[in-house]
């Protein structure tokens, strides 16, 4: 296990100050340096990318194709959008054209907050410190880096490699546990960005609220499944137990539970049975665990998680269907599927965040809606179904931070959309222009010529009545007539009915006409 160094508490302080040095040089104004930043991190990764893959199997065992797909390639994926996309994002936006103010020129600017502070946790250690770096970096704020003491080769690969490629000025790494990431919080930033759970989480928007700091919160929570009957049961079976299996389920939008739908549950469980035997086949290593190779599965990250997941297999009252295998020695969890599991379950309680999957039987999917309603509000909700009306019913009657059908994990993947939660899954985005705009302050301003007040003459006191109809003859507010009542909700438009008798009365009217003329 690596030894990560710890940053000397009195250090801290001063990583702050310097920070706030470094961006009050101004450098990281310029659109070309902020481009300049975001390729270098992108090389960064690039030609360390064996050296992170490496870290991460020391951190939790990973396999070398999950670092690559889930993290590396969509971390520069998103650099490359943001080098292509800055000087869009950056442009001013202008006030619509209004013949009172255009004059004067109003604008609204896209400046850098300042100096920002990303906290990130051990799961997936270079996605989620590349993701807030992009927002960061293209916003040109400064930043200090804290990732996760769990994730201690990672941290330590990022410590010894941001230095060299990104301006030391502009971006720091603080190391440490509790005591550090305190005094972190202590200080001043003009933006945090926290992503871990959701206790922790609490303790960072506390902090922040004494500074009156804004703060992007990336929780976790229970992601639902719900299996409809209307699904095809091993295509659920296949890609929700893939979602479960990637990290070892340390996955904040890993399907945490299913709630299959009674008519089609017997075909899921077997087609579950079916997916897990094919993704546990023996890989011919002889000290594999039910398959599950030291190159294919991860293992949880330290004795604290292993003691937390196995804690709740000894107290669930479900049926474990497959899997089950447990080493203490090596905080290893193989993927498990209970069955039978009822709502009060002690895997029901909190995030799971480990490769265990309760499966719970509902009526319908109403009931599922009920108890997914019930809850905090889940980062991801995933539905696999294939009649529309169910897909249409689940996105109207519940509120998720992403949702996916027929899918899971991969929709946080999609070019150029957000990512974030809603409720207790957190707030605030990250990703493309949402990850930039997290870090930007949109700034109005206008440049307003002297001729303005002969213009504006009547703003002037003291107030008259000649001055007041002058004023609202010029500030007119342009509102639409007031409406008649409130709109039909049923989908039918306004009057529809009447615009069709109108439209098959003149059809008839003209074609009368044709008729009469021809005669
Ligand atoms: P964690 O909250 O334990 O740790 C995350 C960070 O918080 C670390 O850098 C850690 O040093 C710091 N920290 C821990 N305790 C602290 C305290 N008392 N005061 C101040 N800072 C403290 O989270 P974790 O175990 O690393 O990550 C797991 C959680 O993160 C899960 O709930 C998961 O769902 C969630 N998560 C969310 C996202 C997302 O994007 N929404 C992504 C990954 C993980």
Redesign the pocket.
């Known amino acids: 296990m690596v030894e990560l160094k710890y940053t000397p508490l009195d250090e801290i302080d001063k990583i702050r100050t310097s920070l706030h040095a470094g961006f009050q040089t101004g450098k990281s104004k310029s659109l070309a340096y902020r481009k300049y930043q975001l390729l270098q991190l992108g090389h960064l990764l690039k030609e360390n990318r064996a050296r992170f893959v490496e870290a991460i199997h020391a951190d939790m065992g990973r396999p070398v194709f999950e670092t690559e797909f889930y993290e590396i390639t969509g971390a520069l994926t998103d650099i490359t959008a943001a080098v292509k996309s800055l000087s869009s994002w950056a442009k001013p936006e202008t006030s619509p054209f209004n013949f009172n103010w255009f004059a004067m020129r109003p604008r609204a600017h896209k400046v850098p907050k300042g100096v920002v502070l990303v906290?990130?946790?051990?799961?997936?250690p270079v996605w989620?410190v590349v993701e807030p770096l992009i927002g960061a970096l293209a916003a040109g704020c400064a930043v200090c880096l804290?990732?996760?003491?769990?994730?201690a080769a990672t941290s330590a690969l990022w410590t010894e490699l941001l230095p060299k490629y990104l301006d030391p000025d502009l971006v720091r790494v603080v190391n440490?546990?509790?005591p550090?990431?305190?005094r972190l919080?202590e200080l001043q930033w003009d933006h945090i960005s926290?992503?871990?759970?959701?206790?922790?989480?609490r303790?960072?928007a506390s902090a922040a609220a004494k500074h009156l700091t804004p703060v992007t919160l990336?929780?976790?929570?229970k992601s639902p499944v719900i299996v409809d009957a209307s699904a095809d049961p091993a295509l659920a079976a296949r890609r929700v137990l893939l979602g479960r299996f990637v990290n070892a389920g340390?996955?904040?939008?890993s399907p945490d539970y299913v709630l299959v739908v009674k008519g089609i549950k017997d075909r899921f469980l077997q087609e579950v049975r079916k997916s897990y035997a094919a993704f546990t086949a023996a890989s011919g290593d002889p000290s594999s665990k039910s398959g599950l190779a030291p190159t294919t599965f991860s293992h949880l990250?330290h004795s604290r998680?292993y003691a937390r997941i196995s804690g709740m297999l000894e107290k669930t009252r479900g049926k474990v269907i497959a899997g089950g295998e447990r080493d203490e020695k090596e905080n290893f969890v193989g993927l498990t599927v209970v069955e039978g599991v009822e709502k009060e379950d002690a895997l029901m309680g909190e995030?799971i965040?480990g490769p265990v999957l309760p499966i719970l039987e509902v009526e319908h999917v109403d009931e599922a809606i009920k108890f997914i309603n019930g809850g905090d509000r889940p980062?991801a909700l995933y539905v696999f179904a294939n009649d529309k009306k169910v897909k249409d019913k689940v996105r109207n009657e519940t509120i998720s931070?992403t949702m996916a059908f027929n899918e899971v994990v991969i929709q946080l993947g999609a070019p150029g959309l957000p990512?974030?939660?809603t409720g207790a899954?957190?707030y605030g985005y990250?990703r493309g222009k949402y990850g930039f705009d997290a870090f930007t302050h949109v700034r109005t301003e206008m440049d307003s010529p002297a001729f303005i007040d002969k213009i504006l003459w009547w703003r002037f006191p003291p107030y008259t009545d000649a001055k007041l109809r002058a004023m609202l003859r010029m500030m007119k507010d342009g509102l639409p007539a007031k409406p008649k009542g409130p709109p039909r909700l049923d989908g039918a438009s306004e009057g529809g009915w009447r615009k069709w008798a109108v439209v098959l009365l003149a059809v008839t009217a003209a074609a009368a006409a044709v008729k009469r003329a021809r005669n």
């Open positions: 906290i990130t946790p051990f799961n997936y989620l804290k990732p996760s003491e769990s994730a440490g546990a509790v550090e990431t305190t919080l926290y992503t871990g759970s959701g206790a922790v989480g303790i960072v990336e929780l976790g929570g340390q996955t904040c939008v990250i998680a995030e965040f980062l931070g990512f974030g939660g899954s957190g990250h």
